[in-house]
């Protein structure tokens, strides 16, 4: 029997609260700051920000729906070994620890696309930064709205164009209103939200399928915690070579962008940028951690249940082809 599940009243509640606190901190400190609202108070805290809600900001923005989603779900179909591109990524932080903080804290630059015009003295080089920066920004924002919004059209029964439109005023909004001040809390608050959200859906699948070791059975006869590919093979899905060296190297040039340089630069010292940069090697990793026992209870869940979505709608695709022969 199918049974049809919504979110309930509750939910909704907290989805609005989740969406009005970033506004209000994006409001108070709007008002807090409208004495003091100087270039360099906009744009870097009066360069005087904490080093801790830095670290968590450098973190959630480089984070969305797109890895909290799909990595717990490629888990969930193919196994454990897309987790280990998170220790790939906190290896980055080593390398820029000793280039890109020492470098561009130095500098001291306003935005990252002028190093480009001091480094070649080209102005032209530097407008083409400009522009593959904002394409790709473009890109990536378009996929990191997309993705939560199909989830709440899915769940809410909330219009997909109506979930991006309110997430993108929203966030463009509190952005303009406070500043980096107020970007750099709202991540923070966030970053909490993240976490705090991901341990009902570990807790239940544990639970559900009876404890820990029943559920660590389930996942290893269903094949979820493999961690033990070596493969030199380049066609192979995920393996230790290709998500270590891959995700180290593509994961230190995503770094190297306007949102962590602007953040690093907010700081008051260079001791202070760095230890919030490397703090961000430790929350990849239990980020990482975390996505794996969001993807591992979601298997636990269903499986237990036997009503796994893959295998019903394998089920179902079979029996559609025999009756239609």
């Known amino acids: 029997m199918d049974v049809e599940t919504s979110i309930q009243v509750a939910d909704y509640v907290v989805c609005v609260v989740v969406l009005l606190i970033p506004m209000a901190i994006g409001i108070l400190f709007a008002v807090k700051d409208a004495k003091k609202a100087t270039r360099e108070e906009y744009l870097f805290g009066g360069r005087r920000m904490s080093v801790v809600p830095i670290a968590l900001s450098l973190f959630v923005t480089y984070t969305s729906a797109i890895s909290l989603m799909g990595h717990s779900v490629d888990l969930y179909t193919y196994g454990a070994m897309v987790i280990v591109i998170y220790i790939g990524c906190s290896l980055s932080y080593l390398i820029g620890l000793f280039t890109i903080v020492p470098l561009f804290y130095s500098l ?40 939560p919004a199909l989830a709440l059209q899915t769940t809410a029964k909330i219009p997909l164009w109506m979930s991006i439109v309110i997430v993108g005023i929203i966030g463009t909004v509190y952005s303009a209103l406070g500043g980096i001040k107020s970007i750099v809390w709202a991540d923070a608050f966030q970053c909490f939200v993240m976490f705090g959200g991901a341990l009902p859906i570990i807790i239940a699948g544990i639970k559900t399928a009876g404890g820990w070791s029943e559920a660590w059975s389930l996942a290893s006869t269903g094949g979820r915690v493999n961690f033990d590919v070596y493969d030199f093979d380049p066609r192979t899905r995920h393996t230790w070579w290709g998500t270590l060296v891959g995700c180290t190297i593509s994961w230190l040039g995503s770094t190297f962008n306007q949102s962590t340089i602007q953040r690093l630069c907010a700081m008051k010292t260079m001791r202070d940028a760095k230890i919030s940069y490397i703090l961000n090697m430790p929350i990849m990793l239990l980020y990482g951690a975390m996505l794996f026992f969001v993807g591992f209870g979601l298997y636990v869940y269903f499986a237990f249940l036997r009503c796994d979505p893959f295998t019903l709608s394998g089920r179902r695709s079979r029996i559609v082809k025999i009756r239609v022969q």
Not at 113 to 118: G, N
């Open 108 to 147: 001291q630059l306003t935005s990252i696309y002028e190093y480009f015009e001091l480094r070649f003295h080209s102005r032209a080089v530097r407008m083409s930064a400009l522009a593959v920066g904002m394409l790709q920004t473009l890109f990536y924002m378009a996929i990191a709205l997309y993705s």
